[in-house]
């Protein structure tokens, strides 16, 4: 598997792998949620399921649905700032900025071209380098500013 980008929610996660071989998403994710949930059983002294039901993938097929991917994952912690924003837009911009750069359970910051550890799980190239014209962090801009009509 070669993971493009990722968030770590309090309920959820989020990934844009790329498969190596036929069949390697199911066999990533069942090895993933497996050892996490070994992980997090033995630490937290309990036992069963962590995760509810199978895990939902779809096939990203053009260039406009996956740069669209990109933005959903990384933007994805500012609902813990405020949940109906893409409803009503940002409040403030530049506290939703700020709540991003600091959030590190995501690959945003790697975006943004800060070296981490992390970095390491990353292959920035099973995806197009949209951001070589454009920085990522305008790309990011332009959704904070969006609003509904």
């Known amino acids: 598997m070669d993971i493009a980008s990722y968030c770590l929610m309090p309920n959820h996660f989020h990934l844009l792998v790329r498969a190596r071989e036929e069949g390697g998403v199911s066999k990533f994710m069942q090895k993933l949620t497996t050892g996490y949930t070994m992980y997090f059983n033995k630490r937290y002294e309990r036992t069963g399921a962590l995760f509810q039901g199978k895990f ?62 992390a970095a390491s799980l990353l292959e920035r190239s099973a995806v197009p380098d949209y951001f070589s014209e454009t920085s990522f962090e305008s790309f990011v801009t332009e959704w904070l500013t969006y609003r509904p009509e």
């Open 56 to 117: 939902k993938a779809t096939h990203v097929n053009n260039d406009r649905y996956l740069r669209y991917l990109i933005s959903y994952i990384h933007l994805n912690p500012v609902k813990l700032i405020e949940p109906k924003w893409k409803e009503t837009g940002i409040s403030n911009r530049e506290r939703a900025e700020r709540y991003l750069r600091e959030y590190a359970h995501s690959s945003y910051l790697d975006y943004m071209g800060e070296a981490r550890p």
